[in-house]
T-cell receptor, first 110, second 114 residues
């Protein structure tokens, strides 16, 4: 079973601050997805990254895929209360099933 | 609004009851999934259907029985559950397997077993 470790597990910061969440594996991903889950809802896809070194931006969110495709990061600039939620990375290894990371629970304090 | 619809939103059942969870999507997706999510944990895969055939069963106890009547519908039949089965049950769909296309989740059924 492939293991995806996310760090930090919990993060609570003030509105307006910046933060980075990490997703790491000892194996090479064929692709990696990031999801955000808000209370009472299912996870919602934010982005998919496929190429090593790839950087994608979604408004204040910047996603990076490591050169070796074993890790990924999510950087949020000027965090807002609406960013609060559970952030999940999910990695695909070849054509095997998608494996979810351990999750980062983010709280933005107004 | 999510494009994957799950009913009911909440369910309370006793250990001797039989109940069913339902999931529906009309995006033309050919892969459908059941996940179980405990509080503050990531979703855990239970079952995968691909083109209406069961392709993955993650060693789920037989008290959980999935069914895919057609390409738009997915059911999860529950019987003789235990209190530790209380969780959020999420349905998801994707375009097809095996291509690891993104998952579209419903908002889940919050199940409580008493």
């Amino acid at each position: 079973t492939q293991l995806l470790e996310q760090s930090p597990q919990f993060l609570s910061i003030q509105e307006g601050e910046n933060l980075t969440v990490y997703c790491n594996s000892s194996s090479v991903f064929s692709s990696l997805q990031w999801y955000r889950q808000e209370p009472g809802e299912g996870p919602v896809l934010l982005v998919t990254v496929v190429t090593g070194g790839e950087v994608k931006k979604l408004k204040r969110l910047t996603f990076q895929f490591g050169d070796a495709r074993k890790d990924s990061s999510l950087h949020i600039t000027a965090a807002q209360p609406g960013d609060t939620g559970l952030y999940l990375c999910a990695g695909a290894f070849g054509n095997e099933k998608l494996t979810f990371g351990t999750g980062t629970r983010l709280t933005i304090i107004p | 609004d999510t494009e994957v619809t799950q009913t009911p939103k909440h369910l309370v059942m006793g250990m001797t009851n039989k109940k069913s969870l339902k999931c529906e999507q009309h995006m033309g997706h050919r892969a459908m999934y059941w996940y179980k999510q405990k509080a503050k944990k990531p979703p855990e895969l239970m079952f995968v259907y691909s083109y209406e055939k069961l392709s993955i069963n993650e060693s789920v106890p037989s008290r959980f029985s999935p069914e895919c009547p057609n390409s738009s519908l997915l059911n999860l039949h529950l019987h003789a559950l235990q209190p530790e089965d209380s969780a959020l049950y999420l349905c998801a769909s994707s375009q097809q397997r095996p291509d690891n296309s993104p998952l579209h989740f419903g908002n889940g059924t919050r199940l409580t077993v008493t």
